[in-house]
């Protein structure tokens, strides 16, 4: 069964400092991965994601993550935190056929000025 | 454009009553779904469908039900309302493997539905 594990539920940065958010999955086949955004209010949006292609990935609004095998990761980076990144982040998987998904419990991030 | 819609956005009901949240894609997708969304516990699947009068059950299904009569709608029914399922509900579509090399694997949401059970 596929399953993903998101470390930490909050995360404070201060803008204009790195943005890292963890995510490790548990799969029996290589998965595609994804990581999504929830502004208040709103559903979730597709920030980027994985498909086997190149191991990092690059997504909207500067934000990019790496695809490790060895150590079953893809944690999502932003090297330089801005106030309109404040919102919640899922890492989601899915298998090969992308009919159906497994979601994290989610990463809040705030930014302080 | 095409989009996906939920109805209604907010609603309030009683302990026992019968609740029917709607879902409209229009970007003709087989694939739909409908998670909750729960405070610590992400998203979680309810009930989805691959196509026309086919549904599964998901991980937390006790409760509700959904019928798919056409590609658009996968309407999700509470048959007997309890306090436990105050939440905020989400409708999603995917394109099918199926749909060949167009497919890119994105889940497309609804903007949710804020239930709450009195």
């Known amino acids: 069964a596929q399953s993903v594990t998101q470390l930490g539920s909050h995360v404070s940065v201060s803008e204009g400092a790195l943005v890292l958010l963890r995510c490790n999955y548990s799969?029996?086949?290589?998965?595609?991965l994804f990581w999504y955004v929830q502004y208040p209010n709103q559903g979730l949006q597709l920030l980027l994601k994985y498909t086997s292609a190149a191991t990092l990935v690059k997504g909207i609004n500067g934000f990019e993550a790496e695809f490790k095998k060895s150590e079953t990761s893809f944690h999502l980076t932003k090297p330089s935190a801005h106030m309109s990144d404040a919102a919640e982040y899922f890492c989601a998987v899915s298998g090969y056929n992308f009919n159906k998904f497994y979601f994290g419990s989610g990463t809040k991030l705030n930014v302080k000025p | 454009d095409a989009e996906i819609t939920q109805s209604p956005r907010h609603k309030i009901t009683e302990t026992g009553r019968q609740v029917t949240l709607a879902c409209h894609q229009t970007w003709n997708h087989n694939n739909m779904f409908w998670y909750r969304q729960d405070l610590g516990h992400g998203l979680r699947l309810i009930h989805y469908?691959?196509?026309?009068?086919?549904?599964n059950k998901g991980e937390v299904s006790d409760g509700y039900s959904v019928s798919r009569s056409n590609t658009e709608d996968l309407p999700l029914t509470l048959e007997s309302a309890a306090s436990s399922q105050t939440s905020v509900y989400f409708c999603?579509?995917?394109?099918?493997?199926?749909?060949?090399?167009?497919?890119?694997?994105?889940?497309?949401f609804g903007e949710g539905s804020r239930l709450t059970v009195l």
């Open positions: 469908s691959y196509g026309v009068q086919d549904t």
């Open positions: 799969s029996s086949v290589p998965p595609y």
């Open positions: 999603a579509s995917s394109e099918s493997l199926l749909a060949g090399a167009t497919n890119t694997g994105e889940l497309f």
